[in-house]
């Protein structure tokens, strides 16, 4: 299997696996990972997440947004002290 995601956040008790992809291409052929993963973990996932260069947000399936980059940087970040 050639199905893999690159990164796996965890949100209060729930999952959130992020594919990244050099391109502004919005089309299931990049979310092959990130479906095969969603399917295998679905009950602990709130959602997956598709970075691209795109310009627009789309939901690719249920639970699989594309999310571009501009957007994905200005999620909440983390507070360190």
Request: charge should be negative; proline fraction near 4%; hydrophobic fraction near 40%.
């Given at each position: ?46 959602k997956s997440i598709l970075v691209n260069l ?28």
């Amino acid at each position: 299997h050639d199905e893999e995601v690159d990164f796996i956040v965890e949100r209060k008790g729930k999952i959130i696996p992020i594919e990244v992809k050099m391109t502004s291409r919005q089309d299931e052929a990049l979310i092959r990972g990130l479906a095969a993963f969603t399917r295998l973990f679905d009950c602990e996932i709130e959602k997956s997440i598709l970075v691209n260069l795109s310009d627009k947000r789309l939901l690719l399936d249920k639970k699989i947004e594309c999310l571009p980059f501009k957007d994905f940087i200005k999620l909440e970040q983390p507070h360190y002290t």
